[in-house]
Nanobody
Framework: QVQLVESGGGLVQAGGSLRLSCAASGSIFSINAMGWYRQAPGKQRELVAT???????NYADSVTGRFTISRDNAKNTVYLQMNSLKPEDTSVYYC???????????????WGQGTQVTVSS
């Protein structure tokens, strides 16, 4: 069984910073890409940032220059440093990872339970 557990969400004023963490645990053979997505009320889930096992990154235009994704492969953990936060960043943030449980089996997508980020104006 694999679990992704997020932490670090909360309430912050506009212009402030938060750091999200997501640790993957369980019977994991290998992790490929990891990423963060967000979903605001009434809206579809959207990509925020992704990072490959080789640390190649990709960002949504709306967060480029303000957010930084990183990972610690030894700890199976991905981070999202969020700076210069805006009220429109308010969402539930979800961690995602592409995981293989054993050599030779297919990769599968796993999701965390989500962590609320609220930015007040």
């Amino acid at each position: 069984q694999v679990q992704l557990v997020e932490s670090g969400g909360g309430l912050v004023q506009a212009g402030g910073s938060l750091r999200l963490s997501c640790a993957a645990s369980g019977s994991i053979f290998s992790i490929n890409a990891m990423g963060w997505y967000r979903q605001a009320p009434g809206k579809q889930r959207e990509l925020v940032a992704t990072i490959t096992s080789g640390r190649r990154t990709n960002y949504a235009d709306s967060v480029t220059g303000r957010f930084t994704i990183s990972r610690d492969n030894a700890k199976n953990t991905v981070y999202l440093q969020m700076n210069s936060l805006k009220p429109e960043d308010t969402s539930v943030y979800y961690c995602n990872a592409d995981i293989r449980l054993r050599f030779g089996v297919q990769w599968a997508d796993y999701w965390g339970q989500g962590t609320q980020v609220t930015v007040s104006s």
